[in-house]
């Protein structure tokens, strides 16, 4: 079965990084894209970036402008979210989501559990 | 960024009941449209995608429609294990934006 099986809680300082693991198992990992989705407490959920797993090329929200990175490594299986120069408001649970698709983000289909990252001095 | 507006924010229902929640899009989305489930604790659940697609393995009291700007979601009869709250999200354009989300709580 497809699982996305994500790392575990963090916390960092401000102005630190984090940097948080999705290993994939049940499916193909080069056929399908990755989204990674964050969720403040209380708050919507928030889309981050996608990639496109086969070569890596990516989609990402302006809003983290060069914080964010969004990386693979097709032979762990495994998608990388880091994020850099935290401040409190990145407190949240990161979240993985596999697509349906590969070419183009489409629909998110399995998600990882999440991983809380708290930053707080 | 598009922005995805949702309504209501909360409703109270009765299980059997049908519900309704809108989504609207302050441009076009084409039919870029997913629909999400989220339990407390937990990830989002794709309910719908293409606007209208079931995903598999979801029962089919849940039903999307709607193209353009205004989309909504259906619960055909309200089962115990509904009770959450539903997200839409734009998947059309970049960033990929979600509504605020409709609480659905037992009456």
């Known amino acids: 079965q497809v699982q996305l099986v994500q790392s575990g809680a963090e916390v960092r300082k401000p102005g630190a990084s984090v940097k948080v693991s999705c290993k994939t198992s049940g499916y193909s990992f080069s056929e399908h894209g990755i989204h990674w989705v964050r969720q403040a407490p209380g708050q919507r959920p928030e889309w981050m970036g996608w990639i496109k797993t086969d070569d890596g090329k990516t989609k990402q929200s302006e809003r983290f402008q060069d914080r964010l990175t969004i990386t693979r490594d097709t032979s762990a299986r495994t998608a990388y979210m880091e994020l850099s120069s935290l401040r409190s408001d990145d407190t949240a649970v990161y979240y993985c989501?596999?697509?349906?698709?590969?070419?183009?983000?489409?629909?998110?289909?399995?998600w990882g559990r999440g991983t809380l990252v708290t930053v707080s001095s | 960024d598009i922005q995805m507006t949702q309504s209501p924010s909360s409703l109270s229902a009765s299980v059997g009941d049908r519900v309704t929640i809108t989504c609207r899009a302050n441009?076009?989305?084409?039919?870029?449209l997913n629909w999400f489930q989220q339990r407390p604790g937990e990830a989002p659940k794709l309910l719908i995608y293409?606007?209208?697609h079931l995903q598999s393995e979801v029962p089919p009291r849940f039903r999307g429609s709607g193209a353009g700007t205004v989309f909504t979601l259906t619960i055909s009869s309200l089962q115990p294990e509904d009770f959450a709250v539903f997200y839409c999200?734009?998947?059309?354009?970049?960033?990929?934006?979600f509504g605020g989300g409709t609480k659905v709580e037992l009456k």
């Open positions: 441009e076009t989305v084409s039919s870029y």
């Open positions: 293409g606007a209208a």
């Open positions: 989501a596999r697509d349906g698709l590969l070419l183009h983000p489409y629909y998110p289909d399995y």
């Open positions: 999200q734009q998947i059309y354009d970049p960033p990929f934006t």
